[in-house]
């Protein structure tokens, strides 16, 4: 089991363009968040997702970003005409379900900067 | 508001020495805490959480709900602790886990 995967691992976009982040969960987990990490900050919730259902995407800003879990396929965070301010890590995890007892598994991040 | 705080960016300790880094938090319910560690070039990965009341590579912490604080502790620190450690804190069964800033852990030689 690989684990989570996202990629890439470092993404780099101008101003204007848009930015499209890939996450795999683990194998048997239906639940994947969506983090991101500005500098010198903790992670901070953006996205829920189950299977081709946003459960709660309190966290993610009202403009420019979605999110999406197709049925086949990876995860999807999407950045529409991204700004500088955009720039940070952003990590998926997955979980077989909602349980607090069942631990979030993290992916290693994709590191987007905006030039 | 929920919060969780790491007061310590940096914390450089001698092998061998005790190791305690500091997290506290700000809820008023029942909260379950975590600490997540990660080391270099490696992901992030659960280390610890207070319902397991488990020692991992021997580091523990305690829920003190009165001081509201979920300090890691290891008596006699290793080389290979030197990671990045993240306390965080999910709200009863929610899922969301809301994230300290993180400290930077330095063990030396």
């Known amino acids: 089991n690989a684990g989570v995967m996202q990629n890439p691992r470092h993404l780099v976009r101008r101003r204007g363009q848009e930015a499209r982040l890939r996450c795999s969960p683990m194998k048997g987990h239906s639940h994947v968040y969506w983090y991101r990490q500005l500098p010198e900050e903790g992670l901070k919730f953006m996205v829920y997702?189950?299977?081709?259902?946003?459960?709660?995407e309190s966290g993610m800003p009202k403009e420019r970003f979605s999110a999406e879990f197709p049925k086949e396929g990876p995860s999807i965070l999407r950045i529409q005409q991204v700004v500088r301010g955009d720039s940070a890590a952003y990590f998926c995890?997955?979980?077989?379900?909602?349980?607090?007892?069942?631990?979030?598994?993290f992916g290693d991040g994709t590191r987007l900067s905006i030039l | 508001a929920q919060r969780v705080t790491q007061p310590e960016k940096l914390l450089s300790v001698f092998k061998g020495a005790p190791v305690e880094l500091k997290c506290n938090y700000s809820y008023s319910g029942s909260p379950e805490l975590f600490w997540y560690v990660q080391y270099s070039r490696q992901r992030l990965q659960l280390l610890l959480r207070?319902?397991?009341?488990?020692s991992i590579k021997g580091f523990t912490a305690d829920l003190n709900k009165g001081e509201t604080s979920f300090h890691l502790k290891k008596p006699f620190a290793q080389e290979e602790d030197s990671a990045m450690y993240y306390c965080?804190?999910?709200?009863?069964?929610?899922?969301?886990?809301?994230w300290g800033a993180g400290t930077k852990l330095i063990i030396k030689p």
């Open positions: 965080a804190l999910t709200p009863g069964s929610n899922y969301q886990l809301i």
């Open positions: 997702l189950q299977k081709e259902n946003i459960i709660d």
């Open positions: 207070h319902i397991s009341r488990e």
């Open positions: 995890a997955s979980s077989p379900s909602r349980q607090s007892n069942q631990p979030q598994h």
